[in-house]
């Protein structure tokens, strides 16, 4: 198995970099990366604890850019994680996270919720190089009973067109695509089903984004045939993941529930090779 497209507790996952290898090499899976948002700080423990498991890592990251106020999430692989202008970009990208997180615990205050947004930001506020989110703040809305659970706190306060949703401020796809490449990396489109609008593909493709992620966990087979066509159609190359966060809000299974075809995986991989 081979899933490229997970999460640590240095973005909005639940498990530690440790835990999330464990369950990945109990489940079998051979190839794994993890693609936290806007950070790599996850990625030294889980290429450490892959080495001790004895499996493949691939250094990822998850970057979310806009377009016409939609979110438009990019993954990168193969990134060398410690490149420099990598680093500044994604500080950057973290510090309009929590000022999109400090604003959406404003709007909920003048709906009657009060969180606390400095005890929510805390794990982002005492290491910098963790990336806050709006999982995060249901959370919060959780513990404090006002939601039943994380997906009942998006569908009611955190969802586009819901009272405590605030669009996000970010650079373009064509900026994202480019950071990638600066870092060595090949770039992706994340769950393009998600992103809703399939007519700006062919666009991020003559942009310079070289894959769409075909296989997902909210891609059913119609789905994935259809971008498994739209790749080839486009000359792009696949990838794929199970998106695992270990929490309510993403369906699915566990690591590797959802898994990349050996020959697409190391499609991707000869992309590095040649760039």
Not at 11 to 19: F, I, K, L, N
Not at 262 to 275: A, I, N, V, W, Y
Request: one cysteine or more; hydrophobic letters at 40%; aromatic letters at 6%.
């Amino acid at each position: 198995m081979i899933d490229l497209h997970t999460h640590t507790t240095a973005s909005d996952g639940r498990c530690t970099p440790r835990e999330l290898v464990d369950r990945a090499a109990r489940a079998g899976v051979q190839v794994l990366s993890v693609t936290d948002h806007d950070t790599v700080a996850g990625c030294a423990a889980v290429a450490e604890s892959c080495s001790r498991a004895g499996v493949e890592f691939v250094a990822g990251i998850e970057i979310t850019a806009v377009v016409d106020g939609s979110d438009v999430h990019v993954l990168g692989y193969f990134i060398d994680a410690a490149a420099g202008g990598l680093q500044a970009f994604l500080a950057e990208q973290r510090r309009r996270r929590v000022d999109r997180v400090r604003e959406m615990i404003a709007r909920l205050a003048a709906n009657g919720i009060t969180l606390d947004a400095e005890a929510v930001l805390q794990p982002g506020l005492e290491d910098s190089s963790r990336s806050a989110g709006r999982p995060w703040i249901a959370r919060a809305l959780v513990a404090g009973g006002h939601v039943e659970n994380v997906s009942d706190a998006f569908d009611r306060w955190l969802s586009p067109g819901r009272p405590a949703f605030v669009p996000r401020v970010g650079p373009s796809p064509e900026e994202v695509f480019s950071r990638i490449h600066g870092a060595g990396g090949v770039a992706s489109l994340a769950h393009p089903v998600l992103v809703e609008h399939d007519e700006w593909i062919p666009a991020f493709a003559a942009a310079g984004m070289d894959a769409l992620e075909a296989y997902h966990t909210d891609h059913d087979a119609r789905a994935t045939r259809h971008y498994l066509d739209l790749a080839a159609d486009l000359e792009l190359a696949v990838s794929g993941g199970s998106d695992y966060h270990a929490d309510d809000a993403h369906g699915g299974g566990g690591p590797g529930s959802v898994s990349l075809p050996r020959p697409e995986f190391d499609r991707l991989k000869s992309l590095t090779r040649q760039k």
